[in-house]
């Protein structure tokens, strides 16, 4: 009889409670991690150039954008990231005057998934000089909006550079125009759809500048619309990734980036972002400036994120889904 009651409560075990340690070994398994280390001060460095008053506050079509442009192509090219049109610098068909985009890419290790890419991206202009100055401070220097976003990019061109170790090919982008109405974005969109590319997913950092203070890293935009957020929990093996019920209500995922991607490819194009309207009033302001920047957050930020985006580009198979 006890042979029979052990018998059983072992089948029981390997019915109900199997699974379940399956599933929590297959979490743990897909957990990716990095020798890597990002460092403060080269965060500290770029954020600095980019939010400096040289720069006039990059506004789309100004000179100190043409800086900004000039620093990260720099930045690309002393990191072997390859341009991946005939130059770093691609002139926007969608205003007036005179602006590009700058991009870069690494080209993946594996014959088949090489032709897939990810995007990872980040607006680099801003609003300018205002005409009504703050106690004699008239440039907007937009180092949270969204020179934070643009600096993590960097690093994270850096890290793949030296990595080596993407299957599917990476995409660095530095957007102009984005606050003058998604503009570099809605201009390559465009011209990467009609040539074909091949868009696994978009991944755009904005604002991040300043914690959060919540019980996760960050927050995605879209929440609901792709697996990005559990997949990227998934492959930190952290909850990095929360749902912010403000970016629901403000409707975030059509105001950045991210939209103009996800409107002609309809695959997961999310942008993640830490200001949460409760942690930094500055938003269009000129105390927007480098003191006001927290480095070892987005030091932080950027190392929690590496392993979500080294597994993000390495998966043998199509993991990052639409949800509708």
């Not at 927050?219 to 909850?239: H, L, P, V």
């Not at 942690?279 to 930020?301: G, L, Q, W």
């Amino acid at each position: 009889m006890k042979k029979n009651i052990f018998t059983f409560a072992a089948a029981a075990f390997t019915l109900f409670v199997a699974p379940t340690v399956l599933a929590q070994q297959k979490a743990v398994d897909s957990k990716s991690t990095v020798n890597y280390q990002v460092k403060a001060d080269e965060v500290a460095a770029t954020l600095q150039f980019l939010a400096s008053d040289e720069l006039e506050g990059r506004e789309t079509g100004q000179i100190g954008l043409v800086k900004a442009a000039d620093y990260l192509e720099k930045i690309l090219k002393d990191n072997n990231v390859k341009p991946y049109f005939t130059s770093y610098k691609d002139t926007l068909s969608t205003f007036k005057g005179t602006a590009f985009n700058v991009v870069g890419y690494i080209e993946g290790t594996d014959a088949k998934l090489k032709n897939e890419f990810i995007i990872l991206s980040a607006h680099y202009d801003h609003i300018g000089i205002t005409k009504k100055g703050v106690n004699g401070d008239f440039i907007n220097n937009g180092a949270n909006d969204d020179a934070s976003g643009t600096t993590a990019v960097a690093e994270m061109a850096k890290y793949f550079s030296q990595a080596k170790n993407n299957k599917r090919s990476v995409l660095f982008v530095f957007f102009a125009g984005e606050e003058k109405g998604l503009l570099g974005s809605k201009h390559l969109a465009k011209k990467l759809k009609t040539q074909g590319f091949n868009l696994y997913a978009h991944f755009n950092i904005e604002m991040i500048g300043v914690p959060m203070k919540r019980d996760y890293l960050a927050y995605i935009t879209g929440f609901d619309k792709s697996n990005m957020a559990a997949k990227i929990n998934e492959y930190t093996g952290k909850n990095t990734i929360g749902f912010l019920p403000k970016e629901a209500e403000y409707q975030l995922f059509f105001r950045s980036d991210n939209y103009s991607f996800y409107d002609l490819f309809k695959v997961p194009c999310h942008s993640v972002s830490t200001f949460d309207f409760e942690n930094f009033e500055y938003y269009h302001h000129v105390a927007d400036d480098f003191k006001a920047m927290d480095i070892p957050h987005m030091t932080s930020f950027i190392q929690e994120m590496l392993p979500a985006i080294t597994q993000m580009a390495n998966t043998p198979t199509q993991e990052m889904k639409m949800l509708k």
